[in-house]
């Protein structure tokens, strides 16, 4: 397949700007935080990291130029969006999965795996990376109120679309396809075992990604897929494979999680005091929905969660920001003692 038949004009564009005749454009199809490895028009070759000094480290889907002869990124185009996450284990740390996406397949199996709380999670991640998500229920076959459980997840997702599919079965394998135009790239992302190398070695047509049976005994996936992979289909269009997500920490501000509950955000202006928390405030337009059973406790107790932890997260990011501001100002002022009265022992 051509590789420059899903290549979007604007990132050519920003490509042919650079105007360095000795580089030439291609895109990151495989990070697993070491080297990457380079699609380009005449053949995939691994290469290094970014060189010293450039802005951004590549990551899977990323659109790079790279020197011809050494393989070196010389530089990493800006990118149209980014899927991130809260990085595991870290305080202020930002963990990018993939860059350039314009839909997310979000991956739930109908067995032990479902939770519409985790869908909400995927949801607010979604607005805050500026992609469209589409949620697909997998293993339909082995689920017996599939209609039920769509439902379910539809009531917390009211705004995107909802497919319950089984690939190996048959049963609505098709619906995928519908995303994947000339050009488009879909980031595939869910639990282990949920079914996503499945369905990205059906909609590439080979078996480009490892698959395993999840554990009998709690349905649990075991981790097949090492790194993110990108698959180019036919027409033009890719698929970002990632690992299973043990964590999916928020990397969002309140109005990502607003936009993920806009049912309930809606009801928030309805609250007597504008600084209302949702809690134990008088007046609260929230409470009073939760009590008369319009809206689901569960429901507004997630959105309270998530709204906290974006905060919460918030909050520390400009603490460390302004504490790595005091430590730049503090370096600045000894290098002008340094300078103007000279070192002292």
Not at 32 to 57: F, I, K, N
Not at 252 to 261: S, T, W
Request: a positive charge; hydrophobic letters at 40%; charged letters at 25%.
């Amino acid at each position: 397949m051509a590789f420059t038949s899903g290549l979007p004009a604007h990132f050519s564009s920003i490509f042919h700007q650079l105007g360095q005749p000795e580089l030439t454009l291609g895109r990151v199809v495989h990070d697993s935080g070491g080297l990457v490895r380079v699609q380009t028009s005449a053949q995939e070759t691994s290469v290094c990291s970014a060189r010293r000094g450039e802005a951004l480290a590549p990551v899977t889907g990323d659109w790079v130029a790279i020197e011809r002869a050494g393989g070196v990124i010389e530089h990493v185009l800006p990118r149209h969006n980014e899927f991130s996450r809260h990085a595991p284990g870290r305080a202020t740390a930002r963990q990018t999965l993939a860059a350039n996406v314009d839909w997310v397949f979000i991956l739930m199996s109908l067995d032990g795996d479902f939770s519409v709380r985790r869908i909400e999670r995927y949801l607010t991640l979604c607005h805050a990376s500026r992609t469209r998500a589409v949620v697909f229920l997998t293993k339909a076959d082995a689920c017996g109120d599939v209609a039920a459980r769509v439902a379910r997840v539809e009531r917390v997702a009211p705004q995107t679309p909802v497919h319950a599919i089984d690939v190996v079965a048959g049963i609505d394998a098709e619906s995928p396809h519908q995303y994947l135009g000339k050009g488009a790239t879909a980031a595939v992302l869910g639990s282990s075992g949920v079914g996503k190398s499945t369905l990205v070695n059906a909609l590439v047509g080979r078996c480009a990604s490892a698959t395993q049976a999840v554990r009998k005994n709690d349905d649990k996936g075991r981790h097949t897929t090492s790194g993110r992979a990108l698959f180019l289909l036919e027409n033009g269009a890719a698929l970002i494979d990632t690992p299973g997500l043990r964590e999916l920490a928020l990397w969002a501000d309140a109005e990502d999680v607003h936009a993920a509950f806009p049912d309930v955000h809606a009801l928030t202006h309805a609250c007597r005091f504008r600084d209302c928390h949702h809690g134990s405030e008088p007046g609260c337009a929230l409470r009073s929905a939760g009590e008369r059973g319009e809206i689901a406790e569960t429901r507004l107790e997630s959105y309270r969660k998530l709204l906290s932890e974006s905060e919460a997260h918030g909050a520390r990011r400009m603490q460390h920001a302004r504490r790595a501001r005091g430590r730049e100002i503090a370096r600045a002022a000894r290098d002008i003692q340094t300078r103007k009265y000279g070192r002292r022992d």
